[in-house]
Every structure is written in C-alpha cells, then in structure tokens.
C-alpha cells in the first residue's frame, strides 16, 4: 500500500482479504472513538456516577456544586450532571497527584 492506494500487483486473495480487514478495523476504531467522544460529552450521570468519576464522596460533590464548578439539572427529582464537565473537573485537579506530593 502506498499513499493510501491500494497496488493490486502480485498480492494474493488472502492478503487483500487482510489488507482489506486492517483498513476497515482502523476506519471502525476511528468512527467509534468519535461517537464516544460526542455521546460522553452529552451524557449526563447521577450523582453516585458523579461521585465515582471524581473519587468523592457526595459531601464533597454538593460543595463542588455550590462553588460553581458544574452545572447541575433536575430529571424525576434527582440531580443530573454533565460527565463531560466531571471530566474536565477531574482531569485538571488531579486529586491522586496532589496527595502523592503530601505523601
């Protein structure tokens, strides 16, 4: 393969049989990183999911919440948050980290 053109020359029916399989399995792992890029970002979980992608406890989360750090909807009379918020959250305050360094 070259240049993403596939040379037809020389090449047995069970090497474009695979060929064929390692394009299709890239394109697939591409287009699913993607949904789950655009359906993470829209999902919103509990409070328990909540707790759990932070690493705290619900004390915690409600202070979280009245500082203003996410943004908080209301389905059935239980709170929502966005889990892409959650993560963002997460990523730049690395709970873990900061008790390693005390540690």
Known sequence: MQNNNIILHSITPAEL?????????????????EMQRVIGED??????????????????LRYLVQEGHFTVFYHMKEKRYIRAELLDFRNQHRVSRLKKLKG
């Open 17 to 33: 049989k695979e060929l064929l399989r390692e394009l299709v399995r890239e394109e697939f792992e591409n287009i699913n990183q």
């Open 43 to 60: 999902d919103l979980v509990s409070t328990g999911t909540a707790c759990r992608i932070l690493g705290v406890c619900s004390k915690v």
